[in-house]
Nanobody, 124 residues
Framework: QVQPVDSGGGLVQPGDSLRLSCAATGGTFSSRAMGWFRQAPGKEREFVATIGWPGSVTFYAASVKGRFTISRDNALNMVYLQMNSLKAEDTAVYYC?????????????????WGQGTQVTVSS
């Protein structure tokens, strides 16, 4: 089974940029869509972005579209989330997830494997 390991979180100011990374270790990275989700304190885990296999199709939550970019490097088994123009409301624990399918999906149930999460805090 594939095990996502996410990293790159930190404390930044509003308007700053940050890039999250996800290393897919273990099982099969190929033929899997990958996604990023986030969970703020007291809130449900929500969809952020997804990229299909092999990487030509992406989809974003309305709240991040135009500011965030998801990408993947299939040779390195890596997925990235470039986050620009960060806002206080982007503060959350961000999770990388590996899907059971090749197609993009916004549904948590379509993702079988999850990273441990990385904290992103946007504050002045």
């Amino acid at each position: 089974q594939v095990q996502p390991v996410d990293s790159g979180g930190g404390l930044v100011q509003p308007g700053d940029s940050l890039r999250l990374s996800c290393a897919a270790t273990g099982g099969t990275f190929s033929s899997r869509a990958m996604g990023w989700f986030r969970q703020a304190p007291g809130k449900e885990r929500e969809f952020v972005a997804t990229i299909g296999w092999p990487g030509s199709v992406t989809f974003y939550a309305a709240s991040v579209k135009g500011r965030f970019t998801i990408s993947r490097d299939n040779a390195l088994n890596m997925v990235y989330l470039q986050m620009n123009s960060l806002k206080a409301e982007d503060t959350a624990v961000y999770y990388c997830a590996a899907s059971t399918y090749t197609r993009v999906s916004t549904k948590k149930d379509d993702y079988a494997y999850w990273g441990q999460g990385t904290q992103v805090t946007v504050s002045s």
